[in-house]
């Protein structure tokens, strides 16, 4: 017995319950009264069968990542695992919420696995750079087969309990109270004395693997991998699990998992998940947040319509407003097609897309906005545009009702400073698609309301976002940033590197794809407008522009792309032009090489990224890691700009942003002062 732990007794049947909120996470302290209270509870002849179940909102949601390089404290949870499995009385583990990881993995180590109609069973190890090291890719493959377990174990997916139950990982799945059942399935099972097999010794089913098979799909994932080493970890840990002993299997998980754990690419993931919980949470004082229970989106183009989706997906009642009937007859038929798209590809039924769709009222009267909660803007990227809706707004919208604009780059202060009603004003920056990019920046103005704030930031948690609270500035942390790193890509162009070898040197990284795939991606015109604007220019971008190669859109920008495909394909023509802008500059083109490539744009990232910092604009070094990874691609193997930094050595890239400085006289390349400061303390950390 422990504050983490309770045995009780129901008759002849133990119950171990595990208390250790808010995830029951397998820290040292359940790990200690846990092994105790097993071995006991194995040795008393009074006890026939033992239940292991938790309190709370979950099953053990893993092993305590907290505890991830430091010394390990016995006993580990893998000696736990092994004297569970020394238990001749039948052993059920009642799983609801999430068994996960260690969790999962505890409950491996189980004879029966019972859950309730909600639970959800995986092994996630491999986002956090790991693989399971508990005995989860040697004990699952022989109850679900190795190839479902090799999907399971790489992609780090979980799967619902009715899944679970028909691959054999589940033994029954109970409606009502889960632990009265499960002592119900104990008693039973040990009156009936049998079977009981521990899953160490239930490898029928694995002496029938296809192992061309396996090697073939393990290949196809390994492609997928892009540089990070734990998923081809997990794809031969689970093929040891075929082609050797027992208990090799689980020695060579060990090695691969103390190999990962040590790894730069793990303690980059593991950096992300705490980072991105931390990056919820407002600094100072908890404040009450106002209630949103119906949401106004006004604009319906690519990202109205997209933000007017994520809502509706969250459960949301969504007011689409638009400035004609033909405008929001249009918005509503690309909502409906993007949820058709949805249903053929099976991610979606066609059920739930009734009922999504059931959600949208279309609107071109803002008095239908009247009882909308949070109303947020997606019209035009235009000043005068936006403070006309906020002015129509005004009139509109219920007091407290929180008013948002979901601008790229204007300034959110000038826009709640044309309201009567600044506290009610803040920014909501999506990212395109917006139904389905996890990244939103939430973007405090000078007078935002706290409990505006929070209640955004708790709206976003709810509808499946990754929030992180940013301040006013051009661009914001994202794109601010993006300026930076793109700042330099047309004068590597002009300087003799062309966009595939710019684009190659980004993937080598682990970037998705490069700059210039990116921006025919996203379309050249956009950037090409804000620079107009703006009264700015680049060469090479601007006469593309010009000739009408605005990217994948047009089938041609950077790369051709041929009828349709987005497979990008050099294009000699950009390479002439390239050829004859530099010419004309009277610049002589030399190799670029990929090692001045990354330090000319992800140096400035870096930098402008401390700079943000020093500004405020962002509270933390750790949020701005989450801003790119999520919403711009940057590798999570390397933790997002800030931790890589750390990694690179800011001394080190101090000095070339010196020597680049020197060489173009250009601002990007003037370190900032906080840079200095991390390269002398080692933290982003004001004060340390
Ligand atoms: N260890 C330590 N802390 C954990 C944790 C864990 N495994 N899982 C969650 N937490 C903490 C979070 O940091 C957060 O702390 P905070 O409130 O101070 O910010 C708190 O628990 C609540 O977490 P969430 O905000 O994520 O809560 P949700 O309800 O949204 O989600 C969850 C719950 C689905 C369980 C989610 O927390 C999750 O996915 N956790 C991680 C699961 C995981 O990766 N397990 C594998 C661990 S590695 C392992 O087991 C190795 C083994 O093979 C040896
Ligand atoms: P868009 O041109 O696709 O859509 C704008 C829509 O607003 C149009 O349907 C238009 O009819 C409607 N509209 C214009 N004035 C209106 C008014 N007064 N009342 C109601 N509706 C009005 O533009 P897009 O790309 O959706 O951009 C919208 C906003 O989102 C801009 O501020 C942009 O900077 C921002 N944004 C755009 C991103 C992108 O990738 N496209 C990413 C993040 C933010």
Redesign the pocket.
């Known amino acids: 017995m422990s504050d983490f732990l309770k045995v009780s007794r129901d008759g002849d049947v133990a119950i171990v319950i595990i208390d250790n909120p808010p995830v029951n996470a397998l820290s040292f302290h359940v790990r200690e009264p846990l092994m105790q209270a097993l071995v006991e509870l194995r040795d008393d002849p009074s006890v026939a069968a033992i239940v292991i179940a938790c309190a709370g909102r979950t099953f053990v949601a893993g092993a305590d990542i907290t505890e991830f390089g430091k010394p390990v404290q016995q006993p580990e949870l893998r000696a736990i695992v092994a004297t569970l499995e020394t238990i001749a009385k039948p052993t059920i583990a009642a799983i609801h919420g999430t068994a996960l990881g260690g969790g999962l993995e505890l409950a491996l180590g189980c004879h029966f696995r019972v859950t309730d109609a909600g639970a959800k069973l995986g092994l996630p190890e491999v986002k956090l750079g790991l693989l399971p090291g508990g005995g989860g890719t040697v004990r699952l493959p022989r109850l679900v087969g190795a190839l479902k377990a090799l999907k399971m174990i790489v992609s780090g997916a979980s799967i619902g309990a009715e899944e679970a139950h028909a691959a054999g990982l589940v033994d029954a799945v109970f409606e009502g109270d889960l632990t009265t059942h499960a002592v119900n399935f104990a008693r039973e099972i040990a009156r009936k004395g049998g079977p009981f097999t521990p899953v160490r010794d239930r490898d029928e089913g694995l002496k029938t693997t296809d192992l061309a098979a396996f090697d073939t799909e393990a290949a196809d994932l390994a492609k997928k991998a892009r540089g990070l080493e734990a998923p081809i970890a997990c794809a031969q840990a689970v093929r040891n699990a075929v082609t050797l002993h027992f208990d090799e299997a689980l020695a060579a998980e060990r090695a691969l998992f103390v190999k990962l754990v040590a790894s730069d690419q793990s303690r980059a993931q593991r950096h992300l998940f705490f980072a991105e919980r931390e990056a919820a949470k407002i600094p100072g004082k908890d404040f009450i947040k106002r209630r949103i229970a119906r949401v106004g989106v ?7 319509g997209g933000i007017a989706m994520a809502f509706a997906n969250g459960g949301y009642p969504v007011t689409l ?3 004609s009937q033909e ?1 929001l007859r249009r ?1 509503l038929a690309t909502i409906d097609k993007n949820y058709a798209v949805s249903v053929t590809r099976g991610s979606l039924t066609e059920d739930a897309k009734r009922q999504r769709l059931a959600r949208f009222t279309g609107s071109t009267d803002y008095a239908d906005l009247a009882d909308c909660d949070l109303i947020v803007e ?4 235009d000043m005068t ?1 936006k403070k ?2 906020f002015g129509r707004l005004e009139a509109a919208a219920k007091p407290g009702a929180i008013l948002a604009t ?3 780059y204007l300034d959110i202060n000038e826009i709640a400073a044309s309201t009567s009603r600044p506290q009610d004003v803040l920014g909501l ?4 698609p917006a139904n389905v990019m996890k990244l939103l920046e939430i973007v405090r103005a000078e007078k935002t309301a706290p409990d505006a704030l929070a209640a955004v930031v708790d709206l976003a948690r709810r509808i499946g976002k990754v929030a992180v609270v940013v301040g006013v500035c051009h661009g914001f942390v994202g794109n601010r940033m993006l300026a930076a790193r793109g700042a330099e890509s047309e004068a590597l162009l002009l300087e003799g590197a062309t966009p595939r070898q710019v684009d190659q040197a980004f993937t080598d990284f682990g970037w998705p794809m490069g700059p210039f795939q990116m921006g025919d991606l ?1 379309g050249l015109d ?1 950037g090409w407008r804000n620079r107009k604007a703006r009264g700015q220019t680049a060469v090479i971008a601007d006469t593309l522009c010009e000739q009408g190669r605005f990217g994948q859109k047009t089938g041609r920008g950077y790369y051709l792309y041929e009828a349709g495909a987005r497979t990008a394909v050099p294009d000699p023509e950009v390479e002439a032009l390239i050829r004859d802008k530099a010419a004309e500059k009277g610049i002589a083109l030399r190799a670029v090489g990929a090692e001045e490539i990354i330090e000319r744009t992800l140096y400035p990232l870096v930098n402008e990224g401390a700079r943000i910092l020093e500004e405020g604009i962002a509270a933390r070094a750790s949020d701005i890691d989450v801003v790119w990874v999520n919403g711009y691609g940057f590798p999570v193997g390397k933790g997002g700009p800030m931790f890589w930094a750390g990694l690179e050595g800011a001394a080190k890239i101090i000095e070339r942003l010196e020597y680049w400085h020197q060489r173009t006289g250009r601002q990007v390349f003037k370190p900032a002062p906080l840079l200095k400061r991390m390269a002398e303390t080692g933290s982003w950390e004001a004060g340390e």
């Open positions: 006004i604009g319906a183009g690519t990202m109205g407003l638009e400035t405008a918005g997606a019209v035009f990227e545009v006309e809706v979901n601008t790229s920056h999506f990212f395109s996203a956009i």
